[in-house]
């Protein structure tokens, strides 16, 4: 027990991480733990975004699902060729609708800057407001509407870029970024759990926008056939020399081909996992990064001192949104479909702060390694359930009511491992498997 709570702790603990896969290997498939190795990485990266936020400013961010879906549009407006029909039928228009609405906020702000407080700048506001409001909704509809006609079963919208996927991964930072600046601007000001309330709600936002705005990534019917950055596994089972190396290891083709696909899929994962690891390491490290713990241990103290907290928060919550976009863009990816109606809160929320609290807050590193293990038992959960109930109701006779309703209850099961888990935790680490005072 002296080993596990020395420096050895993350190290020991990283090592029974990789055994837990190496287990799934060699007792499921090679594929089955790659696949999970992989949607490690990613929540591993959404994991280390929620604790930027929350483990450097103290900053509750429960919207993450909105980042995560961002995330994800940015792969579609990237990645996916463009729709020159229905640009032809709407595109004008819709960029004269976003540069009417620009030249009316513009409009607006320099109005409210020449008049005095009262009620006539009120008015002037309201009156502006209301005509900006007709005219957008004027050019808006009827451009919207004929981009979704463009052949609705296949496109309805108006494509992307036909950029690299990779590419998207950039923007969807850019984008999560974007929305968190204007976010902040508007609700840092306000107590901590008003600001977690109002983050969440402009989530749900986010996302009903995704599933009603067709033309902007087809809504519910989703963007399919997503390009991306490994081979195919058909392309790799037609190849001779392909397949002449996999028999030559042993291993069919299209297990062979299913294997070598995610592995691209997790050194590219691992890379952008290293890299924002590294920089984050580096800005905890840095004075900027003691500042911003002064400021969550006693933001009153930090005060007094001259520091600007709102700005400082902002920053950070900033950083952690656009690393959780990164991670929502690289999920797509994998996924190789965009799907809005599948962004719930349990999973990109709920889920992801107990990978941080499980981890350990405040730790970089202690986040990744939760990141790990709660998506590890998320997944492993339901066939050790499905083994549990059947090992214990063995003695059972066939039809067996009892037997039956525990059998049926085994795909439950990872509510309750996550509940113990969580209770464990709390009780015997409440900081955390590596608290914020083990860096390494």
């Known amino acids: 027990m002296s080993v596990l709570k020395g420096p050895a702790r993350g190290p020991l603990l990283y090592a029974g991480m990789a055994a837990l896969l190496a287990l799934v290997g060699v007792a499921q498939s090679w594929n089955v733990a790659l696949a999970i190795l992989n949607m490690c990485l990613i929540s591993a990266v959404m994991a280390l975004g929620a604790n930027i936020a929350w483990g450097y400013a103290g900053l509750m961010n429960v919207g993450l699902m909105g980042f995560a879906a961002l995330g994800g549009l940015a792969v579609v407006l990237a990645a996916q060729p463009p729709a020159p029909e229905a640009w032809s039928a709407g595109g004008l228009r ?38 900006a409001y007709g005219l957008v909704r004027f050019l808006f509809d009827p451009a919207t509407d004929a981009i979704e006609a463009v052949d609705p079963a296949v496109t309805g919208y108006l494509g992307g870029l036909g950029l690299p996927s990779a590419a998207g991964w950039l923007l ?45 990534a087809r809504g519910v019917k989703n963007v399919t056939g997503l390009p991306r950055p490994a081979p195919y596994e058909v392309d790799l089972q037609a190849s001779a020399a392909f397949v002449q190396r996999a028999q030559a290891w042993g291993l069919d083709p299209a297990e062979a081909s299913g294997i070598f696909v995610k592995l691209c899929y997790a050194a590219l994962f691992a890379a952008v996992l290293g890299v924002l690891l590294w ?65 719930q809160p349990l999973r990109f929320t709920f889920l992801v702060w107990v990978m941080v609290i499980v981890g350990g807050s405040g730790n970089n590193w202690g986040s990744v390694l939760g990141g790990f293990l709660v998506w590890f038992v998320w997944i492993e959960a339901e066939p050790v359930g499905r083994w549990l109930m059947d090992a214990a109701t063995a003695w059972a006779p066939e039809g067996n009511p009892i037997a039956v309703h525990l059998q049926e209850g085994a795909a439950h099961m990872r509510m309750i491992f996550m509940g113990a888990i969580l209770l464990l935790v709390l009780r015997f680490a409440p900081q955390g498997l590596m608290p914020e005072k083990i860096r390494r």
């Open 94 to 131: 819709l960029l004269g609708t976003g540069a009417a609405l620009v030249a009316s906020v513009v409009a607006i702000a320099f109005v409210r800057a020449r008049l005095a407080r009262g009620r006539l700048r009120a008015l002037a506001t309201v009156a502006m407001v209301a005509a």
């Open 172 to 216: 969807g930072g850019v984008l999560a970024a974007g929305a968190a600046w204007l976010i902040g601007k508007v609700s840092l000001g306000l107590r901590s759990d008003y600001f977690a309330i109002a983050t969440l709600g402009i989530s749900e936002i986010i996302i009903a926008i995704l599933k009603n705005e067709d033309w902007l």
């Open 279 to 343: 920089l984050a390491e580096r800005a905890l490290n840095s004075p900027w990064g003691r500042m911003m713990r002064a400021i969550r241990d006693n933001e009153v103290a930090a005060e007094a001192m001259g520091k600007d907290v709102v700005k400082r928060r902002l920053q950070t919550f900033i950083l952690g949104s656009a690393v959780v976009g990164i991670a929502g863009a690289m999920m797509v990816t994998y996924d190789g479909q965009f799907t809005p109606g599948s962004y």
